[in-house]
Every structure is written in C-alpha cells, then in structure tokens.
C-alpha cells in the first residue's frame, strides 16, 4: 500500500516551458487535491476533484490546469510555466465525510 | 469565509518543555478541525483531529481541544522531544475543501 505518490520528486524548467506532474493513491480515495506550499504562506489550494472526471478550481488556480480520467490519478498541468510558479507542490486524498486528508512527499518545481 | 490563523514562528524549546501553539479558526457551519505535522523534506502527516465542538483530539502525546466558544483548537504537549522538531499546521475542512494555516515551526534542543 504506497499511500499517495508524486512524479516527479525534482524538476527545473525554463519560463514558457510546459510540463505535468502527476499524482497516484492507492486507497480507493474520491477526493484528491493540489497544493502549493511557499515560504510563510502555507498551503493554498490550486484545484480540487470530487471524483472521477470532475474538477474544481481552489484559491490558486490561474495558470495551472488538472485532469481526473481515472479515479486513482489527478495530474497537474503548467501549460507556460512562470518564475512565480517555483514552489512546492503537494497532492493530497481523501474520502468524504471524514476528510481526513492524506498527503504525497511533495514535487519541488523550480523555474528560471 | 473559511480561515485559521496560528501562532507565528519559530518556536524553541528546551527537551521536556511544556508546548503550546495557538489556533484560531473562522468558518461558517461546523468544521472539522485537524493538526498536521511536516517533518524536513516530507509530506504533512495527520496528528491529530476533531469532528465537533469539545472534543478533544490526541496522538503521539500532543493533544487540542475543539473550542466551539472561542473558536480555537490549541495544540499542547506536555514533554517535547528532540524527534518532535518539525512545523505544525493546524487546518480546518469545511464542505469539499482544506484551509491551512501558515505553518508554526518547533524546534527542540537537547
């Protein structure tokens, strides 16, 4: 049982450049969720799922765009990646009611 | 709106100190109220939680208590650690959604 996994754990990018991160849970989770953890300001919500092929926008969504095709997968996409988008990027799952959420060790994206 | 305001940082404290980080919560409706740590280069993990007004969550030694009269779910542990260096998050979920406060970082010394 992995829990909830990121791919990649690195990346650098140049300004314009796209990418996507994805997220992987094993727990059976209709939930699932993208954060973005800078210094001093926690964490902020990018976007949301409430299930398979649904999608919602959280506190941060400008520049970023998700996919949920399978219920085990929630990917993140940086179409023209910006310097302001270097930060660290946490998935996160959980199950209704309880909300509980539990997290993945994180993608440190860095662009220049 | 949804929001959690904690205790800003940093913390130390001596081995065997008494802990205490503050929380304070704004939310319409009743949240559920959790404490998350992140330990360097890790993920945040649960510690503890509460799902209604006087409950009292605990784990590991650390324990807070779901204030519904002042809105605030505190932190304490009696005895730190070295291992319990770490930044503490209190959150709070509310519908379909986290709010996260902005992180306290504890760092204990032998």
């Known amino acids: 049982n992995a829990g909830v996994t990121q791919t990649p754990k690195f990346r650098v990018l140049k300004t314009g450049q796209s990418m996507t991160l994805l997220c992987a849970q094993d727990?059976?989770?209709?939930?699932m969720y993208w954060y973005r953890q800078d210094p001093g300001m926690g964490l902020r919500l990018i976007h949301y799922?409430?299930?398979?092929?649904?999608?919602a926008k959280g506190e941060v969504p400008d520049g970023y765009n998700v996919s949920r095709l399978k219920k085990q997968n929630f990917l993140l996409g940086l179409e023209s990646a910006a310097p302001s988008q270097t930060s660290v990027y946490f998935c996160?799952?959980?199950?209704?009611?309880?909300?509980?959420?539990?997290f993945g060790p994180g993608t440190r994206l860095t662009v220049t | 709106g949804n929001s959690v305001t904690q205790m800003e940082g940093p913390v130390t404290l001596s081995e065997e100190a008494f802990l205490t980080i503050n929380c304070t919560y704004t939310?319409?409706?009743?949240?559920?109220l959790f404490w998350y740590v992140q330990y360097p280069g890790e993920g945040l993990q649960l510690l503890l939680k509460?799902?209604?007004?006087?409950d009292k969550g605990s784990n590991k030694g650390f324990e807070a208590t779901y204030r519904k009269e002042t809105t605030s779910f505190h932190l304490e542990k009696g005895s730190v650690q070295v291992s319990d260096s770490a930044v503490y998050f209190c959150?709070?979920?509310?519908?379909?959604?986290?709010?996260f406060g902005t992180g306290t970082s504890l760092t204990v010394i032998p």
């Open positions: 509460a799902t209604k007004a006087d």
């Open positions: 996160a799952s959980s199950r209704p009611v309880t909300y509980e959420q539990y």
């Open positions: 939310a319409t409706g009743y949240p559920s």
């Open positions: 727990m059976n989770h209709e939930y």
């Open positions: 799922s409430v299930g398979e092929g649904t999608t």
């Open positions: 959150a709070l979920s509310a519908g379909n959604q986290f709010y």
